[in-house]
């Protein structure tokens, strides 16, 4: 499932040097390339408290629709 600007997303992976863990979820800002993404993670409150670059690889994208099955 492609992954595009504004789309929240979810890591796949700890990253303890940004103080994220797997599972933290973030809104992607920003393409920076193909497949790279700038993603902003932030607390409840709405305080950002990481933005990084992240690879396509280590998302995941959060859907709230059910799967559109082809006709």
């Keep these: 499932?492609?992954?595009?600007?504004?789309?929240?997303?979810?890591?796949?992976?700890?990253?303890?040097?940004?103080?994220?863990?797997?599972?933290?979820?973030?809104?992607?800002?920003e393409e920076l390339n193909a497949g790279i993404f700038w993603v902003e993670f932030a607390d409840k409150n709405g305080v950002a408290y990481a933005i990084i670059d992240l690879s396509e690889q280590m998302?995941?994208?959060?859907?709230?629709?059910?799967?559109?099955s082809p006709a």
Excluded: F, R, Y
Excluded at 1 to 22: A, G, R, T, W, Y
Excluded at 60 to 68: D, N, Q, S, Y
């Design 1 to 29: 499932m492609k992954i595009n600007l504004l789309d929240v997303v979810v890591l796949k992976q700890s990253l303890p040097e940004h103080k994220l863990q797997l599972g933290a979820i973030g809104t992607v800002v």
């Design 59 to 68: 998302l995941m994208k959060v859907v709230h629709e059910p799967m559109v």
